[in-house]
């Protein structure tokens, strides 16, 4: 672990009932004239009109980008950036789950700092300027989006995922308002909650990670563990809800300081290759990297395991670690999460696209931080085990 680290979080955080009420206060600090972020599914739930009263109620004008489809691209940056010069806006509204807030994020920075996002890729370009002022409002328990400085934007001219992690991605102010994840349909819920728990987990087990993130990191694994399945079995279970919803910041700002590992490295060119949701190829390889990683994070899986089983009972860390790979697994059976092969990818697609993803995945430098550090061939193997892995028996990797 490093003997000095960095804490970085968002300046404002408001966090529960009825928070997403202060949008408008929150906005009227920082601005006069807002471009809201988000999708047509936030419309048609209400979400954009509440929003827009909430600033008009506080003297804040307001535009919208609704263009946000699937996970975000460049070309929805490029759109949304295009909006906010238009309206001549003065700061951003990102309204949705995780794509429309990294959206809002690199709309943010491009606003005042210029250039094409990817140029900000690996520190290729910095982000000098502070950005326009970013609010983000998550509807989904699982990216923890609004506390990181972390944008993932796909390259649509290549098909990467661009991973870019600069402070000036971080928002503003987040408001978690638990209340808005209920309208989540089931399987969203699923998804986004294996997300959740795979951040936690990663910043964990993180060769970057230190004790400001061990806590968040600890917090947000009992949390989710003991409350996503009542979530997710019933999606007007306020009290999961709210468990959520703070587990899944707590992750995110565990991660945002820790870092990420192997899972999301092999995860992003899979979602930009094959359009595989986040959450859910996250969730796909989750068990299968562990079992992978194990052996390097005994103690730290045994903490894991130890928060599945709720008990007492003395056993040792091998077994606790042992434990919490199964119950990974036995966890994402339950809520049916799909492998690779069932998602429905072609099996001939995917091994032709398998060395690009193990190049991609290391490019992304996410595996590096992992407590086992794969070879090319050890990182091609577990694709090709991920690809029809089988949550419901052990396997060895």
Known sequence: MDTSAIFRTPQTILYGHNSFEKVGNEAALRGKHALIISDKIMEQLGNIDRCKQFLQENGVKSSIYLGVTSEPTDQYVEEALDCFKKEQCDLIIALGGGSCIDTGK????????????????????IAKHAPVPHIAIPTTAGTGSEVTDVTVITNTGNDVKMMIKQPAFMPAVAIVDPELTISSPQHVTAATGVDALCHAIEAYISKRAHPMTDTMALSAMKLIVNHLESAYRNGTDLEARKAMSLGSMQAGMAFTNASVCLVHGMSRPIGALFHVPHGYSNAMLLPAVLEFSKVACIERLADLGRIFIQESRDITNTEAAHIAVESVKKLCQTLKIPNLKNWGIDEKAFNLSVNKMVKDAINSGSPANNPKVPTERELEELYYICYDYQFSSRQEV
């Open 106 to 125: 690199a709309t943010a920075v491009l606003a005042v700092n210029g250039g094409y996002i990817g140029e900000y890729m690996g520190g290729g370009k």
